[in-house]
């Protein structure tokens, strides 16, 4: 990679490499994402869900566009490479996408708010900082109104590298 100088870019990802990092993230993506979305100029918010509200099929609401439902919903989970912050509500978002209603496209545009307010966040990968490997791990068991799925969810870090994640839903 020398002859071509140092990696700035790679597949929508923002590289910075410092000399005490190296920092990722997908700030570029995310303003793209505001543009198309037309999110510009909504406010920022400071949490991507509200806690208050719990998701559900939500019979009575009114469709909305289901292709530009998964097509948010898909631009919101590629960027969760570089934000795991968002993974759960993004997964969330996306177990509504075979029948998305006018609530469900508010909570993702929800998303997107918090991204607007956030859009330099990333992940921060530091030179220093040991090898001790530390795990972390959380469980909701059956907390998903629409079918009582379970979600679980773990991180691995090497010293304080994030080097593994998952979140996953389980039928009881």
Same mark, same amino acid.
């Given at each position: 990679?020398?002859?071509?100088?140092?990696? %700035? =870019?790679?597949? &929508?990802?923002?590289?910075?490499?410092?000399?005490?990092?190296?920092?990722?993230?997908? #700030?570029?993506?995310? *303003?793209?994402?505001?543009?198309?979305?037309?999110?510009?100029?909504?406010?920022?918010?400071?949490?991507?869900?509200?806690?208050?509200?719990?998701?559900?099929?939500?019979?009575?609401?009114?469709?909305?566009?289901?292709?530009?439902?998964?097509?948010?919903?898909?631009?919101?989970?590629?960027?969760?490479?570089?934000?795991?912050?968002? %993974? =759960?509500?993004? &997964?969330?978002?996306?177990?509504?996408?075979?029948?998305?209603?006018?609530?469900?496209? #508010?909570?993702?545009? *929800?998303?997107?708010?918090?991204?607007?307010?956030?859009?330099?966040?990333?992940?921060?990968?530091?030179?220093?900082?040991?090898?001790?490997?530390?795990?972390?791990?959380?469980?909701?068991?059956?907390?998903?109104?629409?079918?009582?799925?379970?979600?679980?969810?773990?991180?691995?870090?090497?010293?304080?590298?994030?080097?593994?994640?998952?979140?996953?839903?389980?039928?009881?």
């Amino acid at each position: 990679m020398s002859m071509m100088g140092e990696l %700035t =870019f790679f597949l &929508g990802l923002q590289v910075k490499q410092l000399k005490d990092g190296t920092f990722i993230s997908q #700030t570029k993506y995310t *303003r793209d994402l505001m543009k198309k979305f037309g999110m510009e100029e909504k406010s920022s918010v400071k949490i991507p869900m509200n806690t208050s509200v719990k998701m559900d099929m939500d019979a009575d609401g009114r469709p909305v566009d289901q292709t530009r439902y998964r097509a948010l919903i898909g631009s919101l989970l590629y960027l969760t490479a570089s934000r795991p912050d968002i %993974t =759960f509500d993004v &997964g969330v978002c996306a177990r509504f996408q075979s029948a998305p209603k006018e609530s469900h496209m #508010t909570a993702a545009k *929800r998303i997107l708010r918090y991204l607007k307010g956030s859009q330099e966040v990333g992940l921060w990968y530091p030179k220093e900082g040991g090898f001790k490997l530390i795990g972390y791990s959380d469980s909701d068991y059956a907390g998903c109104r629409v079918d009582r799925k379970s979600t679980s969810g773990t991180c691995q870090m090497l010293g304080n590298r994030l080097i593994s994640g998952l979140a996953k839903s389980k039928i009881q």
